[in-house]
């Protein structure tokens, strides 16, 4: 009946007006086909991200004994009581900085944490800092290395007097869990 009733309206149009409403009826229809287009391509490619995923997580399964007894063996390696907390981190840092004459900025660490081990990173900035003076902190700081590294590390002269140095410094340090053995 519908069908009957818009055939008959159809037909009552002129033949310009029918191929205007022709024309109307195809664009609407190209314009609905190009999104299904779409659709069905992102749809696609979110389906070939999630095969290597899942791929990429049965790899990582697989290899779970192989990861967790590499895991194991690491923290054997290090002694939990030679690991930093965040305010042990600031405490050697504060100790290892007392025989330089400028004293440097040491603002609160951040922190991660997680399940096996905590990571702190700390910013450590000289103002006028002698070269001598750096390579004895440096040197000092070597010594605590795995348990203290040197992330980032930036020198430029100071300003005032060419002889000194200005010593950015963000140094990474790990905390083992002590329930993790």
């Not at 030679?82 to 305010?87: D, E, L, R």
């Not at 405490?91 to 944490?113: A, G, Y």
Request: glycine letters at 0%; proline letters at 3%.
């Amino acid at each position: 009946m519908i069908k009957n009733a818009l055939k008959s309206l159809f037909f009552m149009l002129s033949i310009r007006e029918q191929r205007l409403c022709l024309l109307l009826i195809f664009t609407c229809l190209f314009i609905w086909t190009k999104e299904q287009f779409k659709d069905f391509q992102l749809k696609a490619k979110n389906f070939e991200q999630v095969v290597v995923d899942l791929e990429s997580q049965n790899l990582w399964k697989e290899n779970e004994a192989t990861i967790d007894q590499n895991l194991a063996d690491r923290i054997l390696m290090y002694e939990a009581d030679k690991t930093f907390s965040a305010v042990q981190l600031v405490s050697k840092m504060d100790e290892l900085t007392k025989s330089i004459d400028s004293k440097p900025t040491l603002p609160s660490p951040r922190s991660k944490e997680g399940n096996n081990f905590n990571i702190h990173t700390q910013q450590v900035s000289f103002n006028s800092l002698r070269m001598d003076e750096l390579i004895e902190f440096y040197s000092q700081l070597k010594s605590l290395n795995p348990y203290i590294t040197l992330k980032n590390f930036q020198v430029s002269s100071n300003t005032k007097n060419p002889e000194l140095l200005n010593v950015n410094l963000v140094l990474r340090s790990f905390e083992l869990n002590k329930d993790i053995r």
